[in-house]
T-cell receptor, first 113, second 113 residues
Framework: KAGVTQTPRYLIKTRGQQVTLSCSPI?????VSWYQQTPGQGLQFLFE???????NKGNFPGRFSGRQFSNSRSEMNVSTLELGDSALYLC????????????FGPGTRLTVT | DQQVKQNSPSLSVQEGRISILNCDYT??????FLWYKKYPAEGPTFLIS???IKDKNEDGRFTVFLNKSAKHLSLHIVPSQPGDSAVYFC????????????WGAGTKLIIKP
């Protein structure tokens, strides 16, 4: 089985721009979660999608949004980028939800200048 | 308010000895706990889990202990090997796959040869 893939792997943007990150889950997994990782903060939950529906959302501003397609692929979008958005963004897929064993992609490293 | 706390940012252990990583939580509704391991430039990988109906779960060199009254769990690695050097995250949920995972900030484990 192919693992979770994320594109792009690295991204450099300037303040005020917007960015879209993509995640392809493991085949058959219906749940996709997104996390932001910054040094010393661990993984901060952004949102989780299941069968194209957002089931859970973390404590992030509305500039962070996402969606899931019928093939379970997911995208997240960040608008009006700020310097503090620089982080590693991780996507994880699982069969039914986050409490299942999640399989993580390698992440997208976003740098905002 | 950090609901899941890993109070040791780093831990150094001699190869062959026991590594003990600790995690405390504040939410008494948490009833399912997971440990993930993360190498640099990779996404986290699932290690071991435990539900609140048990106080111990073992998988090879890895054992997780849960003390519900103290709201504390620990991961024991015996014997520690150089490949165990990584960042270890504990995460907790209310057991339903629909709920998000709450993650600790991680503990960097360094195994000395």
């Amino acid at each position: 089985k192919a693992g979770v893939t994320q594109t792009p792997r690295y991204l450099i943007k300037t303040r005020g721009q917007q960015v879209t990150l993509s995640c392809s889950p493991i085949s058959g997994h219906r749940s996709v979660s997104w996390y932001q990782q910054t040094p010393g903060q661990g993984l901060q939950f952004l949102f989780e999608y299941f069968s194209e529906t957002q089931r859970n959302k973390g404590n992030f501003p509305g500039r962070f949004s996402g969606r899931q397609f019928s093939n379970s692929r997911s995208e997240m979008n960040v608008s009006t980028l700020e310097l503090g958005d620089s982080a590693l963004y991780l996507c994880a897929s699982s069969p039914q939800g986050p409490s299942d064993e999640q399989y993580f992609g390698p992440g997208t490293r976003l740098t905002v200048t | 308010d950090q609901q899941v706390k890993q109070n040791s940012p780093s831990l150094s252990v001699q190869e062959g000895r026991i590594s003990i990583l600790n995690c405390d939580y504040t939410n008494s509704m948490f009833d399912y706990f997971l440990w993930y391991k993360k190498y640099p430039a990779e996404g986290p990988t699932f290690l071991i889990s435990i539900s609140s109906i048990k106080d111990k779960n073992e998988d090879g060199r890895f054992t997780v202990f849960l003390n519900k009254s103290a709201k504390h769990l620990s991961l024991h690695i015996v014997p520690s090997q150089p490949g165990d050097s990584a960042v270890y995250f504990c995460a907790a949920s209310e057991g339903n796959s629909n709920y998000q995972l709450i993650w600790g900030a991680g503990t960097k484990l360094i195994i000395k040869p």
